[in-house]
C-alpha cells in the first residue's frame, strides 16, 4: 500500500452548542481539502466534470438508505471515483440534500477546477477523486482534519485523567462500533456513541461518538479508529491542559467527544463510570 502524505489541519471552535439541526443547503463546511497536484484539471464543458455531476447526483440519491455510498463513474482518463458517508443520526433527505449541495459547491465554488477534493462538514462528508486506489484501498483514512473546543480542562492531574476518560470513551465506542453488541451481533452500523462521567471543572459527562465507513470490515473499522484515537494526545493539548473536545475526521473512520451533547442519544448509547444514581437507564 503506498502511504499518502499525512495531512493534519487543526482548528479551534466555539464551545458546541447542541440541538443544532441546520438541514438548509447553504451549510459551510468545517474543512476543504482541495488536491490541485491530482492531474487533469477539469473545466467548465469537460468530460470530467460531467462525469463528476453524474457520480455526484448518483452517490447522493443513494445515500437515501443508509447513509453511506461510494462509486465510479465515466471512463478513463476521465473516470471519477468517489464517497459519500452521513453521520449515524443525521440520515435520510435531509443528508441526502446536503450531499448534493456539497458536490455542487465543491466543482463550482471550493475546489474549481480540481480532480481531487474532499470536504467535511458537521454532519457528512463528500469526496472524490481520479485516483482508483480510493475504492480499492480502504485502508486510506487521509485527508485527515482535526478541531478541538478552546475550553480546557487544566493542570497535569485533571488533564491527565480527563483524556484517559475521553480515551476509554473512544475504545469502547469504537469496539461497539467495529463489532456491535455483544460482539459479531448482526451487521453493526460502524456507528456508535457513549457517555462517560468525569465530575471535574465543569465538565459532568463527556460525549463521544465514532464512526466508520460501512463497508469496512470490523477490523478495518477498529483499525481505522485506533489509528485515529492514537493521535488525541498529540492533537488536543499538552499534559498540562486538554481540551474538553476534539475531532478527528477521516474519510474512512472519524471520532468526536465533546462536554455537551452533540448527537441523538438512543438506546445504544453507551454509558461509563456512571454514578449509581444516573446508570439507571443502562
Ligand atoms: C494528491 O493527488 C496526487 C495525485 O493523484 C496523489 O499522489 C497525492 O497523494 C494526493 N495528495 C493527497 C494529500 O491526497
Ligand atoms: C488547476 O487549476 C487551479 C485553479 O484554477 C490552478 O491553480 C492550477 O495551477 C491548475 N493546475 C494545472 C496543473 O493546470
Ligand atoms: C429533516 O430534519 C428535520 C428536523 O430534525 C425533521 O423534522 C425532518 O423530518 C427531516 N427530514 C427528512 C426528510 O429526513
Ligand atoms: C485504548 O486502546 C489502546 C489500544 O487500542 C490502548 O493502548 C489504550 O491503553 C486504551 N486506553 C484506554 C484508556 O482504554
Same mark, same amino acid.
Given at each position: ?6 495531512? @493534519?489541519?487543526?482548528?479551534? !471552535? ?33 468530460? #470530467? ?7 455526484? =447526483? ?14 465510479? #463513474? ?7 471515483? *468517489? ?35 474532499? @470536504? #467535511? ?23 485527515? !482534519?482535526? *478541531? ?6 487544566? *493542570? ?34 460502524? #456507528? ?12 459532568? @459527562? @463527556? ?10 470490515? *470490523? ?17 488536543? =493539548? ?45
Amino acid at each position: 500500500m503506498l502511504n499518502l502524505l499525512l495531512l @493534519v489541519l487543526t482548528t479551534s !471552535w466555539p464551545p458546541a452548542a447542541s440541538g443544532q439541526d441546520a438541514s438548509s443547503a447553504t451549510v459551510s463546511p468545517l474543512n476543504t481539502h482541495c488536491n490541485a497536484t491530482a492531474g487533469t484539471n477539469h473545466t467548465a464543458g469537460s468530460a #470530467y466534470l460531467s462525469n463528476l455531476r453524474a457520480l455526484g =447526483g448518483a452517490l447522493s440519491r443513494r445515500a437515501l438508505a443508509t447513509g453511506f455510498a461510494s462509486g465510479s #463513474y465515466g471512463a478513463a482518463p476521465d473516470e471519477v471515483h *468517489g464517497l459519500v458517508l452521513c453521520r449515524g443520526d443525521f440520515t435520510g433527505g435531509n443528508c441526502t440534500d446536503g450531499l448534493a449541495s456539497a458536490f455542487r459547491d465543491a466543482a463550482a465554488q471550493f475546489c474549481p477546477g480540481a480532480a481531487d477534493a474532499t @470536504v #467535511y462538514y458537521d454532519q457528512y462528508m463528500i469526496r472524490y477523486t481520479n485516483d482508483g486506489r480510493l475504492l480499492s484501498d480502504p485502508g486510506d483514512n487521509e485527508p485527515l !482534519w482535526s *478541531g478541538k473546543n478552546m475550553n480546557e480542562v487544566t *493542570g497535569a492531574d485533571a488533564a491527565a485523567r480527563f483524556m484517559a476518560k475521553a480515551t476509554e470513551l473512544m475504545n469502547r465506542t469504537a469496539d461497539l462500533a467495529a463489532f456491535g453488541s455483544p460482539p459479531s451481533s448482526s451487521s453493526p452500523s460502524r #456507528y456508535a456513541t457513549g457517555e462517560t462521567w468525569f465530575d471535574e471543572q465543569g465538565v459532568s @459527562v @463527556v460525549y463521544g461518538l465514532v464512526q466508520c465507513t460501512p463497508d469496512l470490515t *470490523g477490523e478495518q473499522c477498529r483499525s481505522c479508529l485506533a489509528g485515529i484515537i492514537a493521535q488525541m494526545p498529540k492533537l488536543f =493539548g499538552d499534559a498540562s491542559s486538554r481540551p474538553v473536545g476534539g475531532r478527528i475526521l477521516g474519510v474512512r473512520c472519524n471520532l468526536r467527544y465533546e462536554k455537551d451533547v452533540f448527537f441523538k442519544e438512543t438506546s445504544t448509547t453507551i454509558k461509563l463510570n456512571m454514578p449509581k444514581s444516573m446508570s439507571s437507564s443502562r
